[in-house]
């Protein structure tokens, strides 16, 4: 039988043992996309380590959202090419925070780019870490809804993506399987569907 007296309290909030304290912080790599330091830190128990931390721009996700004429939900993925992985992926409109930029310009900016939608309605989901084990930047999750199609996509250079109109509830199938297997795509399914039981919202 597990004995609770093994765990930490849960409403303990005092969380001053577990920080570590940050030294020199050293650039050792840097690209067009990321950074790499490497950062000096000492726990409160005299412990020193040398610890990577990749630098990167924050990201955003936009999710797009509507009822059609028969009033099924459904949502814009996209599919495209992802050189990490040397595979087509299924997805939502994603991309850059640019210098100087809010988050939520950025959502917008990247969802009329990518599918040429403008949203009169954008709604933030949440701010996640896209890997606080090594990495310093943020995912910004947003909801996009009373769509207008207002111009045609204006894509990087290097990009080309499909759109697909599908009904959110196969999207919500879909994710964690096969093509549709960014982590980051599947978080941003649970915080919308998490949205949407506030609201009551049927599939």
Not at 83 to 90: A, E, I, P
Not at 92 to 106: N, Q, S, T, W
Not at 122 to 135: D, G
Not at 167 to 188: C, F, I, K, Q, T
């Given at each position: 039988?597990?004995?609770?007296?093994?765990?930490?309290?849960?409403?303990?909030?005092?969380?001053?043992?577990?920080?570590?304290?940050?030294?020199?912080?050293?650039?050792?790599?840097?690209?067009?996309?990321?950074?790499?330091?490497?950062?000096?830190?000492?726990?409160?128990?005299?412990?020193?380590?040398?610890?990577?931390?990749?630098e990167?721009?924050?990201?955003?996700?936009?999710?797009?959202?509507?009822?059609?004429?028969?009033?099924?939900?459904?949502t814009?993925?996209?599919?495209?090419?992802?050189?990490?992985?040397?595979?087509?992926?299924?997805?939502?409109?994603?991309?850059?925070?640019?210098?100087?930029?809010?988050?939520?310009?950025?959502?917008?900016?990247?969802?009329?780019?990518?599918?040429g939608?403008k949203?009169?309605?954008v709604?933030?989901?949440?701010?996640?870490?896209?890997?606080?084990?090594?990495?310093?930047?943020?995912?910004?999750?947003?909801?996009?809804?009373?769509?207008?199609?207002?111009?045609?996509?204006?894509?990087?250079?290097?990009?080309?993506?499909?759109l697909?109109?599908?009904?959110?509830?196969?999207?919500?199938?879909?994710?964690?399987?096969?093509?549709?297997?960014?982590a980051?795509?599947?978080?941003?399914?649970?915080?919308?569907?998490?949205?949407l039981?506030?609201?009551?919202?049927?599939?």
């Amino acid at each position: 039988m597990i004995d609770d007296r093994n765990f930490s309290r849960k409403d303990r909030e005092d969380n001053s043992h577990l920080m570590w304290e940050t030294g020199e912080r050293r650039q050792t790599y840097k690209c067009a996309i990321f950074s790499v330091n490497e950062v000096e830190r000492k726990c409160h128990d005299g412990r020193k380590g040398n610890f990577i931390e990749i630098e990167c721009p924050e990201w955003i996700i936009i999710i797009p959202l509507y009822r059609d004429a028969d009033g099924v939900l459904r949502t814009i993925v996209e599919r495209q090419y992802r050189h990490g992985s040397d595979s087509v992926t299924l997805e939502f409109p994603a991309g850059l925070v640019e210098k100087g930029e809010a988050p939520i310009d950025a959502a917008r900016r990247e969802l009329l780019e990518e599918t040429g939608f403008k949203a009169g309605k954008v709604t933030k989901l949440a701010t996640l870490c896209p890997n606080n084990a090594f990495m310093s930047n943020h995912q910004h999750i947003y909801l996009a809804e009373d769509l207008e199609l207002v111009s045609g996509q204006n894509l990087d250079a290097n990009e080309e993506i499909d759109l697909y109109s599908l009904p959110l509830s196969e999207v919500v199938e879909r994710m964690g399987r096969g093509s549709a297997d960014n982590a980051l795509m599947v978080a941003a399914t649970s915080l919308l569907m998490r949205e949407l039981d506030s609201r009551k919202e049927e599939l």
